[in-house]
């Protein structure tokens, strides 16, 4: 397998959703000790490790990370990430900042003491990130497309995280037809909700 084979990547060279914009996103098999940092990003940018092992280091500590597997980078903050030398590990990533992205991160299971989360359906969550990658392109459509993947794929995580709180039950059980599209709709449709919520308090 050549080095390009090993990786399929794709950047955006304009971002022009200024709500959510996807910088990067790809797909890799990383050679063995393979490491990236330390240094900082100027987005955020989540791995799902589908094969291998590898370790990641944030907010000084160290995690061994294995399939099924995602972690967090924020924007600005120190990491280093690197492939283990024995079973170095295969992974997909999507990287993207916007107005609203801070506030759909604070929805998913990340926070500054978990940057580190087990994904319940690595399946399904893969299958998002890859359809942002086979979306890509320089056209609006493409654009369009993969911010909608974005979307769906931050629902699962969002899905996960509220499944783990001790209220969940209801909510799990409500929601356990839903499916994907409209889930995304759904968020979609509770935010402009609470936009129109706000403006009509600000008239008052």
């Known amino acids: 397998m050549t080095i390009n084979e090993m990786k399929q990547s794709y950047?955006?060279?304009?971002?022009?959703?200024?709500?959510?914009s996807i910088f990067n996103c790809g797909h890799e098999y990383c050679q063995p000790g393979h490491t990236w940092g330390p240094g900082v990003r100027d987005h955020y940018l989540i791995h799902l490790v589908v094969a291998g092992k590898g370790v990641y280091q944030v907010n000084g500590a160290s995690h061994t990370l294995q399939e099924g597997d995602l972690f967090l980078a924020k924007?600005?903050?120190?990491?280093?990430?690197?492939?283990?030398?024995?079973?170095?590990?295969?992974?997909?990533?999507?990287?993207?900042?916007?107005?609203?992205a801070n506030k759909l991160v604070q929805q998913t299971p990340f926070s500054?003491?978990?940057?580190?989360?087990?994904?319940?359906?690595?399946?399904?969550?893969?299958?998002?990130?890859?359809?942002?990658?086979?979306?890509?392109?320089?056209?609006?459509?493409?654009?369009?497309?993969?911010t909608g993947y974005l979307y769906i794929f931050m629902a699962h995580l969002m899905k996960e995280a509220r499944e783990a709180m001790p209220n969940a039950v209801s909510y799990t059980h409500l929601r356990a037809h839903e499916t994907d599209s409209y889930l995304v709709c759904r968020l979609l449709l509770e935010k402009k909700k609470k936009q129109k919520t706000k403006k009509i308090k600000k008239k008052k």
């Open 11 to 20: 950047k955006q060279s304009y971002t022009d959703n200024v709500e959510l």
């Open 75 to 100: 924007p600005n903050q120190l990491i280093t990430y690197a492939a283990d030398e024995t079973d170095p590990w295969e992974y997909y990533w999507v990287g993207f900042n916007g107005a609203c």
């Open 112 to 146: 500054d003491a978990h940057p580190v989360h087990h994904c319940k359906d690595p399946q399904t969550v893969r299958e998002a990130l890859y359809n942002i990658y086979l979306s890509r392109g320089p056209e609006p459509q493409c654009e369009a497309l993969m």
